[in-house]
């Protein structure tokens, strides 16, 4: 089922003008058109039916009629047809006789029109067409004389038939007129349908516009008020809205600004006394050995907790500082297989807990840091939550705009449960309500994918085929900053 | 042990990173404003300044391009990941490494001494001084001439110089850099060889060509010559 696409506003418009227009010029056609044949035709009956009339009255008929008689009077009818020459029949009896020697008897004279003279002795008209179409005006005038007051029929009865093709083209003439008439009546129509249509289409152009506009995010997108109609209205309306929505998100907005800046400061401020801090865990650790047994676990609390602390805190600056928008991408060429032996080496990950697949010679343009601190993370995460071996796989893929790199990271541990996987990149997300903090801040995959994001990449979490989790990034070969 | 300048402003990071350098022999001396640590260099003689960029009064930025009109002894920034153009403005300004608060003290004093440590001549056999088109460079005394002039070049500098002219024609990519040279082994920063190059560009290449001596190889990293 496919549905006809809308036709838009100004195209009904015209079509509702058009077809207002063609009504009118229709109607106005049918009715002059109509009145103007019956009143042409009336004229030439009349005109035709009285003067036979008349000439018949004229005729002296000297009863009884024979055939060179009726001849006779027929030829003199002839002689004064008007308002067209017509062609006179004669009948009386059996006797038939006409204007055209030819044919004494006329086709186009009906019987109809020949009962109605005899049965009522009146004249009678009728308008036929013969076998051709051609239009033609039968007037039948019995031939009657006075006798003791009273009319009496003679029995003569003449007819004549008049050809209205003159009538016939003059009415043509006059619908070919309102036809021709019609055509540019309706083209001058589609200009006011067009005045019209642009007076409503273009304040609701506007309004689109706008609509757009504020869509993309310029909220102080306003339209100007024109007149006081509907569109006006509503382009009021639509100010209003835009106006509120404008102070209830800068409202919004300036609540977020406040809120990152209050955990970036937070974590600015806390970073120096725990600068202070890490500074002396050394030391609490290597006396701890020479104290009681409570001391040095307290000692030894104080010094674990406090690089914990440490690293929450600078993982809780960097996701304010992509919350604020302040990070930076410090690009570079690396060889891609050399930057993760590298990062493998540097956490001691190079036993067999780790298999990879690295293909030689891949150059990618990335910022290596971030770069370490990515892969560095996945690769954590699997072997303290999934379990060895850990398969890294390195590979790139055509995209639509260059090359991407695809990194997998799958371990061989139980998966990630269905209900945790939505979740598995928030913030200090648990994925064990009852756990209690692990090792990590709780913020690693939040950064992880924000840093993935930073180059233009995605990283997606799933359960491989055989059971273990699979992470999966997808970035641009070549990142831009 | 080496002699090491801290200018810290807080109380506590002064502290402890003192605390912790000296517990590991270190002869520490601190200042907690920049003026203070400036008035400490003649007297003191450290042989190397831990610095930290966020001071009250003349900022660390300034404080190290003070030192370095007239000195050229290692400095090491102390600053906050995240202040990232203090660290851009800070290598510039002559600084020779950075370290990112909050530091343990293992951390610490292993940027201390990969700054202090001597680029091993990484071929044996050479003969002490070289001479590449208007440089002079004597591997054994540590020290460059342009056109018989010495050029006085902060250790990571020297370090560069000497480890790119030591190949000439060879690409070394910045990560290559930041392990020879700065013994970075995690987060390597590739700013700090950037910021490195064009200190150096500035004392030895002229200043109205393109480098001649230490070029850029786009995509790959950095080469000495061809000359």
Known sequence: MRRIAPLGLRTRLIAAFLLVAAISAVTTAALTYQQARNAILKQTQDTAVSTLRDQVEQQEVRLPLDQTELQRIVIELGKRGKPHPWIIFGEYGGVRVSTN???????????????????????????VEDQRGNPWLTVGVPALFEHNGSTVSTGAVFYASVPLSTEKQTVEAMVDAAKQGAVPGLAIAIVPALLAARSVLRPVRDMRRAAQRLGSGRLDTRIEVRGADELAGLARTFNETARAL??????????????????????????????GMLAVTEVLDEDAERLDADTAKALRLVSAETGKLAVL????????????????????????????????????????????????RVRARLDPRRFDVVLANLVGNALRHGGAPVRVTVRTAPGEDGERLLIDVADSGPGIAPEVLPHIFDRFFKADAARTRSAGSGLGLAITLENVRLHGGTLLAANGPAGGAVFTLDMPLEARA | ??????????????????????????????????????????????????LDLMLPGIN?????????????????????????????????????????????????????????????????????????????????????????????????????????SASPEQVFSRQQLLEYVWDHSYHADARLVDACVRRLRTKVEDPDASPRYIQTVRGFGYRFGPL
């Open chain 1, 313 to 360: 805190v600078e993982d809780l600056m960097e996701i304010s500082r992509f919350d604020a928008r302040a990070a930076e991408l410090n690009l570079d060429d690396v060889d891609v297989a050399e930057a993760v032996r590298k990062t493998l080496e540097r956490r001691h990950w190079v036993d067999d807990r780790i298999v990879t697949e690295l293909p030689e």
């Open chain 2, 60 to 164: 660390g930025v300034q404080v190290c391009r003070r030192i370095r009109e007239t000195s050229q002894v290692p400095i090491i920034m102390l600053t906050a990941r995240g202040d990232d153009f203090d660290i851009v403005v800070g290598l510039e300004a002559g600084a020779d490494d950075y370290i990112v608060k909050p530091a343990r003290t293992e951390v610490i004093e292993a940027r201390i001494k990969a700054v202090l440590r001597r680029l091993s001549d990484p071929v044996g056999s050479r003969p002490g001084v070289e001479h590449h088109g208007e440089l002079t460079i004597d591997r054994a005394g540590l020290s460059v001439a342009k056109n018989g002039e010495r050029v006085p070049l902060a250790p990571s500098e020297i370090k560069l110089l000497l480890h790119l």
């Open chain 1, 101 to 127: 020697p030819g044919t004494p008897t006329s086709s186009v004279i009906t019987d109809n029109l020949r009962e109605k003279v005899r049965r009522h002795n009146y004249t009678a008209f009728q308008r």
């Open chain 2, 1 to 50: 042990m080496p002699r090491v300048l801290l200018i810290e402003d807080d109380p506590s990071i002064r502290e402890g990173v003192g605390l912790g350098l000296r517990r590991r022999g270190h002869d520490v001396s601190s200042a907690g404003t920049g003026e203070e640590g400036l008035a400490l260099m003649g007297g003191f003689r450290p042989e190397l300044v831990l």
């Open chain 1, 246 to 275: 404008e102070q209830s998100v800068r409202e919004l907005q300036d609540a977020e600004v406040r809120a990152r800046r209050f955990a970036s400061d937070v974590s600015h401020e806390l970073r120096t006394p725990l600068a």
